[in-house]
């Protein structure tokens, strides 16, 4: 069993080189293992190209020696015509005779039917060798499949007093122009404009969040974000995708001068407040992971209604002593903290995919 977690960390490794263009498909790396030396390798590089053991396969020059290779892959290799022709098929044609499966494919039309197909075949099939590493991997893919929502991720920059702004809200249908777009506000100028205003997050965080956006596929604030802060929403600071944007606007107050309004992304406006009809939205679209970056009222509703995977906190070091207080969690598991240029951000995960 060592030697297979040690060639299935390949596969975990060689996985995590399609985050890029894999989506909304999962990340997959396949190794093909013949007298203890890997004579192939390959990765699911973007969606709609060729699977992971299709590269694999495709990669091994000297042929003969697939049938008595070992395939080492993290996810169940599929049986069903997609985009591409079945790759449990392929196993089958190449006369691999055993197959090592990282976890199963939740997806209906796999989800142990590619197992079946290859033990059918006859091929010596072991499924579950680092599971818990390759459900996390795909966190996001195995959510939207078993749960029928997206992966949710809550984003919020505070003082380390506990608020997450010192501005009131704007009068309805006016909003401050710039904004922060990226983190919270440390002390506006006189006048509460918000160009110009001093940001909980640095150059560095601000930076990452533009990251995780571009690894998210739809960003959700609030009215009053929307209204006080005016963001844009999009990856600036980060090459990769913008996400599909999302606010609410119950009461039709949100002004066309916004830059969510600009029509330079793709941006859809909720004119309800129920979490559950935007997952439900969410999820007939197809979008696996929803990164929500505020306002407090926004993710403490998430936080209370049960709706949230992860949260990531960003702590300055300065205090307000007054202002919008930050959600708070009644739960979840520290699973990471971080420093950055005297900024701490915390990782907490609500529930573990492997409990």
Known sequence: MSIDIEFMRRCLQLAQCGEAGAAPNPMVGAVIVCDGRIIGEGFHRRCGGPHAEVNAINSVREKHLLSRSTIYVSLEPCAHFGKTPPCADLIIRSRIPRVVI??????????????????????????????????????????????????????????????????PAPPSGECFRGGRDGGGIVAPPQGVSGEGAVFFSNALTQTLVHRLRARSQAILVGTRTALVDNPTLTTRYWPGPNPL??????????????????????????????????????????????????????????????????????????RLGKGVSAPTLSEGTLIN????????????RRQSLHA
Do not use: M
Request: glycine share 8%.
């Open 245 to 318: 944007r999302l606010t609410i606007d119950r009461h039709d107050i949100l002004p066309s001068t916004l830059h969510l309004k600009d029509g330079s992304t793709p941006t859809v406006v909720y004119t309800h407040e129920s979490i559950e009809e935007i997952l439900r939205d969410l999820y007939s679209r197809g979008i696996q992971s929803l990164l929500v970056e505020g306002g407090a009222k926004l993710l403490q509703s998430f936080i209370d209604a049960g709706f949230w995977d992860e949260a990531r906190i960003e702590t300055a070091p300065v």
């Open 337 to 348: 903290k971080l420093t950055y240029c005297s900024n701490e951000i915390r990782i907490i």
């Open 102 to 167: 990282g976890c199963a494919d939740p997806f209906a039309k796999v989800n142990g039917l590619g197992i079946k197909k290859l033990r059918d075949a006859g091929c010596d099939v072991t499924v579950g060798v680092l599971e818990q590493e390759c459900r996390e991997l795909n966190r996001r893919f195995f959510t939207f499949h078993q749960e029928h929502r997206p992966w949710i991720l809550l984003k919020w920059a505070q003082s380390e007093d506990g608020y997450i702004s010192p501005l």
